[in-house]
């Protein structure tokens, strides 16, 4: 699950870009979000890679397998 790492809270997230990446037309190779927290104005990115089976964050966003703090 992705939260805002300022209000602990997926609540208030916004996706303002998404992308998605296909390198031979038919798998999905990446896929590219930019998020901004409705709340407090924090932003950040995820990206799932497929090639490396590897998800990441940046920014003002936390990739949690845990239920958050605020629901």
């Known amino acids: 699950m992705i939260t805002c790492a300022n209000c602990e809270t997926p609540q208030f997230l916004q ?10 037309g038919e798998m999905i190779n990446e896929i ?5 927290c409705t ?3 924090g932003t950040g990115q995820y990206v799932y890679d ?4 590897e998800e990441s964050v940046s ?6 397998t845990e239920r958050p703090t605020f629901a």
Request: hydrophobic content about 25%.
């Open 59 to 64: 920014g003002e966003v936390e990739l949690t």
């Open 39 to 41: 709340l407090c104005g």
């Open 15 to 24: 996706i303002v870009q998404s992308r998605v990446y296909f390198e031979d």
């Open 32 to 36: 590219s979000e930019n998020y901004e």
């Open 50 to 53: 497929e090639d490396r089976e």
